[in-house]
């Protein structure tokens, strides 16, 4: 009897689990398409209907990935609508141990602070949804990332560095299996990235970059990408504006990537991108993310860099950094 009744009673703790679960797959659904009508409300065109709306986001599926792309797609369809690319964020506070030996023929090389600012902008622009073809869509992007001494008045608190990364991107957004992973979306772009200097301080190079992103589990995404880098010609003199500036970035920086973020809830998210030149000279870089709530809407962001190409500056420096602020925009 006491046996029939344990079994029972587990079987009833089994159930009622799953039927919580099932609830809370239920409400997340229902939420992703309610945000969804929402953001597709404020940038209806006049010719759609509100059976077309309920339609398209009737379609939202609580993969984070597809749901971003449902959420972009209805934005994208108001003329004006710039979209996030890459994380925004603002970190007013990093400390790091600055590497002068780029600044060595600059004046106020020996003066720079090792607290300092840094802050991204990234924006995109859908330019043409199925482009070609169903689920290829054109965008164009560019990215800002600056690294400022804001708290060095001695030198007026100039921008150390900052580098500029304009790009042109084919997205592939249909989903399909590569060795049996789950792909969410493929995409090659071309890619200038430079730090708008002149002399010894230029930096800059020009890829094709192709890459993958998996969407693991609804909280588990993760993605690699690799690139060539565009031959440039020998500079005839170091000071000379023609030229390669940085000859043997592929060295420090190697043929591509690796990252992954892991949506721990809705609130908390860690996030990590591993880099190195698969050489006998190992040189690598190994960037952690930890975005947390402040509010329903700003994130804390905390951020701790090691290794070689945290800027172009620095392509063959190797750096540490820690850094806290805000994350105005996150990856997913």
Not at 67 to 78: I, V
Not at 85 to 91: A, G, V
Request: one cysteine or more; a negative charge.
């Amino acid at each position: 009897m006491w046996g029939r009744l344990v079994v029972a009673l587990v079987l009833c703790s089994n159930l009622a689990e799953a039927q919580q679960v099932e609830s809370e797959k239920r409400n997340t659904t229902k939420s992703d398409v309610n945000a969804c009508l929402l953001v597709a409300v404020m940038n209806a065109r006049p010719e759609q209907t509100v059976g077309e709306l309920i339609e398209n986001c009737g379609k939202v599926k609580t993969n984070r990935v597809k749901k971003r792309q449902a959420l972009e797609a209805e934005a994208a369809s108001n003329p004006f609508a710039i979209l996030p690319h890459k994380p925004n964020f603002i970190l007013p506070l990093t400390l790091t141990s600055i590497r002068r030996e780029p600044y060595k023929d600059v004046a106020v090389g020996p003066k720079l602070d090792n607290l300092e600012a840094k802050f991204q902008v990234s924006l995109k622009y859908l330019a043409w949804q199925d482009f070609v073809f169903n689920d290829l869509d054109l965008l164009f992007a560019f990215t800002s990332t600056s690294w400022w001494q804001s708290y060095n008045d001695d030198i007026s608190a100039p921008f150390r560095e900052t580098n500029y990364e304009p790009e042109m991107l084919l997205n592939y957004r249909h989903s399909w299996s590569f060795l049996g992973l789950p792909v969410e979306q493929a995409y090659v772009s071309f890619n200038h990235q430079s730090n708008g200097q002149t002399g010894l301080l230029s930096r800059s190079w020009n890829r094709i970059i192709g890459g993958l992103v998996f969407a693991q589990t609804d909280n588990v995404t993760w993605g690699f990408r690799t690139w060539y880098r565009i031959p440039e010609d020998e500079k005839l003199d170091p000071s000379s504006p023609e030229g390669d500036d940085n000859p043997y970035i592929e060295r420090y920086l190697g043929y591509g990537e690796l990252g992954g973020l892991w949506n721990i809830s809705d609130k908390h998210t860690l996030e990590f991108t591993l880099r190195n030149n698969l050489r006998s000279d190992n040189r690598g870089a190994v960037e952690l993310g930890w975005s947390f709530p402040i509010n329903g809407k700003l994130q804390g962001y905390l951020e701790y860099f090691n290794g070689y190409g945290e800027s172009l500056i620095y392509f063959d420096q190797h750096t540490q950094r820690i850094g806290l602020g805000f994350k105005l925009t996150n990856w997913l």
